[in-house]
């Protein structure tokens, strides 16, 4: 799902800061991000995050009742139907939006500063991502972690995702909200970092091979 997630996050983002918010601030450009966030939520990620999730919990149970990702699709659609694959969708849908504006802003305004000391603009790239990606899911991970337990097996638990947030709140405390924190981070600031290096360099490549040709 990683090729079709970023393709719909970076092409929304570029269509709308050119074609909607095309004054480049530091609002602007968070909303892009937004936007951006939102149409990825809907269009791969909801269904993405609830399969694995629920292959993940049920792969930890007793009695493992999917073969493989598709059989768990399969299963999921044939009990549920197709809203099957999209439960937590309103918490998706705000962690996705959050992330995206957050990392968004965060590495335009860091590389910006870390341009006048480095000359290396894909070194300068790697780490404006890093810290995108950090600041990102120390902003949202309490969203995080309610929409990972309302796409879980025990989704029916909770009445939506002000009771869920009431639940872990009243059980465990901030300190619920923050549980997985340090692999998480570890992923995602390995993962925020390499996509935006890599995104910039082959659009700085492709831009400049098509200068070269006109």
């Not at 991970?141 to 947030?165: E, H, L, R, S, W």
């Not at 901030?174 to 549980?179: A, L, N, Q, V």
Request: hydrophobic share 40%; charged share 20%; with cysteine.
């Amino acid at each position: 799902f990683s090729v079709p997630k970023n393709y719909v996050r970076f092409g929304t983002y570029s269509y709308v800061q050119e074609n909607i918010l095309t004054e480049r601030t530091r609002t602007n450009n968070f909303l892009c991000g937004i936007c951006a966030g939102a149409m990825e939520a809907v269009m791969v990620v909801t269904p993405q995050e609830t399969l694995k999730t629920r292959l993940i919990h049920d792969k930890l149970g007793a009695t493992p009742k999917y073969r493989n990702l598709f059989h768990g699709i399969y299963s999921i659609v044939q009990e549920q139907g197709p809203g099957g694959c999209y439960k937590g969708v309103v918490p998706t849908l705000l962690k996705q939006s959050s992330n995206q504006g957050v990392r968004f802003v965060v590495f335009e305004d860091t590389k910006k500063t870390l341009t006048n000391y480095i000359p290396y603009k894909v070194v300068v790239d790697l780490m404006s991502g890093a810290f995108a990606g950090f600041c990102s899911t120390m902003a949202n991970n309490p969203v995080d972690v309610v929409k990972t337990k309302m796409q879980g097996i025990d989704a029916n638990k909770y009445n939506g995702f002000a009771d869920c947030f009431g639940q872990i709140w009243a059980k465990q405390g901030i300190r619920g909200f923050y549980m997985g924190i340090a692999p998480r981070l570890c992923r995602v600031v390995l993962d925020v970092s390499l996509t935006f290096a890599i995104f910039h360099q082959l659009k700085r490549t492709v831009t400049n091979f098509i200068a070269t040709r006109m």
